[in-house]
């Protein structure tokens, strides 16, 4: 937002030169305002009554005197013109309303951020992965451990089945022979039902599901 006209004209006079009170008696000069070495006759406004009647100020780029006073009531007579105020000796432009004030420095952000610890993905990724393949590897140790143990079971099964037969046929008498055959039907059945109950009991324990195609130990 440009400066508003007032501001400009406070501004301006932060720029001059602030002369002793008796430089026009000194000098032999005059206001070229109020024409007058002593001070300037003209009336004290609100806006000038903290202002020394007697204060002398030269213009930084023209270099002329003025009162303060008769200076700055010049000024503040055209604060609602929009024609540049210049000089009333020399029609030097004193105030350009067209320059603009170079923008203020931002302000640095002093708070300084911990830097941030490199975020390694591909790690977290490996040890998920590694610890999928371990868990995986305990199910299948235990699987084959479980048809291991059915299997002895089963072979020890058939091992007591057969010496049991055998002891019968050797044992008994020849008119009961019809018996053994009964007999071996009655304990083939009995296995195959053993059998069957014991694979029941395998698919009843809980296992986990691998993903097919995608580990290979």
Known sequence: M????LQMVKAFFGTCDHLPDDHFITSNDVCPICQDADEARLPCGP???????TAIIRTPDCDHVFHHLCLITWLLANLRSDVDDSCPQCRHVLIDLNWVPPPAPRAQNRVQRAPR???NRAGVNQNRDAA????????????VEQEGTAGRFFRQTLLELALARAERRRTWPTWAQWTVSVTDNIDHMTLIMRMIS?????R??????EPSGVYEI
């Open 198 to 202: 014991f694979a029941r009991d395998l």
């Open 2 to 5: 440009p400066p508003s006209k």
């Open 117 to 119: 610890a490199p975020h």
């Open 204 to 209: 009843r324990r809980p296992q986990v599901l």
């Open 132 to 143: 999928l393949l371990r868990e995986i590897q305990r199910q299948r140790e235990r699987r």
């Open 47 to 53: 806006s000038t009554n903290r202002i020394r009647k």
